[in-house]
């Protein structure tokens, strides 16, 4: 039987929600691929040009270096970091997300961040929490645009609305935070997290004031538009000749569908998306769209995997080592706490 909780009620397993997470993510797979014809599809795959795969993997490769020189920008009002250990950190980051479910590589590469340069944990959170607005700010004007030209499935459009009301409180509350520092000081000191939260604010207003917030947007479409080009190359690779718009669109359900808790790497959710994206939004047929969603995941986990583990190499360290040090430090932190005005000097 779980120990009653503080307020009186019962806790949940620990373990549970992984199980939860498992079971989803391998529905989704055993969904996209319960009637998938092998011996049919297969042997297209030799029919992919070496050329794709390479742009695939190289635009790929690329992505996390732009998302690494837009975290060095969102953080510049705290402090000036090498591109090269950001890019460390991510990769390091994405390594843990391939290995450990429910994102546990975002806690990672904050971790990393906030140890290797001496900046607040609840600051690195902070510009983590931005990136992620920014992103689905983008995404949700993208899906609006879409589907203003491609008949998109209703309950497809009806999911992403409701995640965009999500994203839009939160921005909300975020905007609130940037323009009225001194909701901070009104925190109560009494809470473990009164101190955390009034550092991850004073963070927010510094890094959302700054001149330098709205090139890291600008980075954003960088950071967005190059993941576009994997998606095209398979789609050349499998000879679909469709433009890079349907790329875009692709993108777009694939981001957002995985926006949930998932199983390391997105597997199923992954899978599930990108051939909804192909098969219900753009028409492509079915054999085909879960083709290409696998080749997909393929080309885009493989070379996170190489260079996560690269990057890990570099520390020393072995990955569970350094994840089960991010929630020591995690917790630590929480029981001490850095002041907000002392973490901005």
Known sequence: ??????????????????????????????????????????????????????????????????????????????????????????????????????????????????????IPFPLVLSSALIERLIDGMWLIFGFAAVSRFVELPADLVAGVWILAGVVGAIGALVVFAVLNRRFSHHVTTRHRWSEVLRTAVEGLHAMGRSRSFPMAVGASIVYLALQVIPIHAMMEGYGLNLPWGAAAVVLVVLRLGTVLPSAPGNVGLFHLFAYLGLHRVLGVDAQTAKSVAGVMFFIVTVPLLAAGAVALAFTGSEIREIYHRAHQHHREHRRKPVHGREALR
Not at 7 to 35: E, N, Q
Not at 66 to 79: C, T
Not at 98 to 108: A, D, Y
């Open 1 to 118: 039987m779980s120990a009653p909780s503080e307020a009186g009620g019962r806790r949940f397993p620990p373990w549970l929600g992984t199980v939860a997470v498992y079971a989803l993510s391998l529905g989704c797979l055993l969904w996209v691929y319960h009637d998938f014809d092998w011996r049919t599809e297969l042997p297209k795959l030799r029919q992919i040009h070496p050329a794709w795969v390479v742009l695939a993997v190289a635009a790929d490769v690329l992505v996390y270096v732009s998302q690494a020189w837009r975290w060095n920008i969102l953080l510049a009002p705290v402090r000036r970091l090498p591109l090269w250990k950001s890019v460390q950190a991510i990769y390091i980051g994405l390594f843990a997300n391939e290995l450990l479910p429910l994102r546990s590589g975002e806690l990672i590469r904050c971790y990393l961040m906030s140890v290797w340069h001496r």
